[in-house]
């Protein structure tokens, strides 16, 4: 495993180590993944991981059959696994590195590891706010310390979980009611558009 993790960038950890967790597994059992055909179509990009990108020409997102089409504020684009689920009534979406395109999303994904986002859905915008890595760091938060992980490069802040899908479900339902849980400084808004320019993503290589 430490071998494994070697290979990775350290500059491509040096931006997972402000914005997110890492798994090795999914956040969630295949049973729980969810078709919501409300979130298919086009996005646009108004809040890049905590930055107003608004006034910013990119390139809408684009949601279809479980597949995240990125483009980040240089308008670099990435496709990424993107699978919902449910627990309770709280929604969460499971995202994980899927093509060789890079941009920063895509750089978020790359070892490739799934990253856990919390959803927010109202009206025409939806918000995905990401694990917060300083609050799971915290060494008297007992919450976190059942969970299993490795230290990678010897860095104990820096860690890859790997944890069940069934144990990130149970821990993560132990946790709704913990805000802190959430990093909102990292967060990224999308709001749909009813139709895209020209250039759509599936034509923008």
């Known amino acids: 495993m430490r071998n494994l993790l070697r290979i990775v960038p350290l500059l491509l950890l040096g931006i997972a180590a402000g914005c997110t967790i890492y798994s090795i597994n999914p956040f969630c059992t295949k049973g729980k993944v969810l078709e919501l055909k409300e979130v298919s179509g086009y996005w646009k990009l108004n809040v890049s991981i905590g930055e107003d990108v608004s006034k910013h020409d990119i390139t809408p997102w684009k949601i279809t059959d479980n597949t995240l089409i990125t483009y980040d504020k240089n308008d670099k684009r990435s496709d990424l696994s993107i699978a919902f689920f449910k627990l309770k009534n709280q929604l969460f979406a499971d995202v994980s590195g899927k093509s060789s395109q890079n941009n920063e999303y895509w750089n978020i994904t790359v070892l490739p590891m799934h990253v856990l986002v919390k959803v927010e859905l109202s009206g025409d915008t939806m918000t995905l706010v990401p694990l917060n890595l300083e609050w799971f760091n915290k060494a008297d938060n007992e919450k976190v310390k ?60």
């Open 146 to 205: 059942a969970l299993k992980s490795v230290a990678y490069d010897g860095n104990d802040k820096t860690r890859i979980y790997t944890n069940s899908p069934e144990e990130w479900e149970s821990f993560l339902e132990a946790n709704l009611n913990t805000p802190e849980m959430f990093n909102e400084k990292q967060k990224v808004v999308l709001q749909k558009i009813v139709a895209a320019p020209a250039a759509v993503a599936e034509e923008k290589k």
